[in-house]
């Protein structure tokens, strides 16, 4: 079993839509959740941090962790043609060696 | 400077050669780390450094790579004898190290050996 699982997409909505995108998780002492956003040829820039449980809203953008599930996800409000990107999960015991998912390929289209 | 900057930022060579990829990373960040992305898939976890030393090298897949970071600022990877499963997106990425910034990546060094 790998360490956190996504699901690969592709996701395709329409523009405005409420889009969730969610990992799992297998190793209960993981404290740190962060969620970035790639464009194709770019590095991974960070979008949330949560730091243990609990829900963190950002503009359009809200992050939740539940770690009694071991199931963290991203929301994404109104979303935008801009907002088409692969979404990667990530979580660490600590920041200094984080474990990613495979991304969600995420299309919102006009 | 303003990012993480990696060059360079595609880089073919053949099997067997020796490559060394380069980072610069954001002024004043004293944590960078490196990490693969082979193509449909998440960045893994090579090496992270605090400073000048490497304080977790664990995810260097084997001895044929290496990191140097001599100055705490600028890092090289280096990797000796490349064959053709080391094809992918090198990522490097720097902190402030305390733990509650996340990190800031670069635009990567895409790796191809023939």
């Known amino acids: 079993q790998k360490e956190v699982e996504q699901d690969p997409g592709p996701l395709s909505v329409p523009e405005g839509a409420i889009v969730s995108l969610n990992c799992t998780y297998s190793?209960?002492?993981?404290?740190?959740f962060m969620w970035y956003r790639q464009y194709s040829r770019k590095g991974p820039e960070l979008l949330m941090y949560?730091?243990?449980?609990g829900n963190k809203e950002d503009g359009r953008f809200t992050a939740q962790v539940d770690k009694s599930s071991k199931y963290i996800s991203l929301f994404i409000r109104d979303s935008q043609p801009s907002d088409s990107a692969t979404y990667l999960c990530?979580?660490?015991?600590?920041?200094?060696?984080?474990?990613f998912g495979t991304g969600t390929r995420l299309q919102v289209f006009p | 400077g303003a990012g993480v900057s990696q060059t360079p930022s595609n880089k073919v060579t053949e099997k067997g050669k020796y490559v060394e990829l380069r980072c610069d990373p954001i002024?004043?960040?004293?944590?960078l780390y490196w990490y693969r992305q082979s193509l449909g898939q998440g960045p893994e976890f090579l090496i992270y450094?605090?400073?000048?030393?490497?304080?977790?090298d664990s995810g260097l897949p084997n001895d044929r790579f290496f990191a140097v970071r001599p100055e705490g600022s600028v890092s090289t990877l280096k990797i000796q004898r490349t064959e053709r499963g080391d094809s992918a997106v090198y990522l490097c990425?720097?902190?402030?190290?305390?733990?509650?910034?996340?990190?800031?990546f670069g635009s990567g060094t895409r790796l191809t050996v023939v």
């Open positions: 450094f605090q400073g000048t030393g490497a304080a977790d």
């Open positions: 190793n209960s002492a993981f404290q740190y």
């Open positions: 949560t730091y243990s449980s």
């Open positions: 990425a720097s902190s402030t190290g305390t733990g509650g910034d996340g990190y800031t």
């Open positions: 002024s004043g960040h004293t944590a």
């Open positions: 990530a979580v660490g015991v600590n920041t200094d060696k984080l474990i």
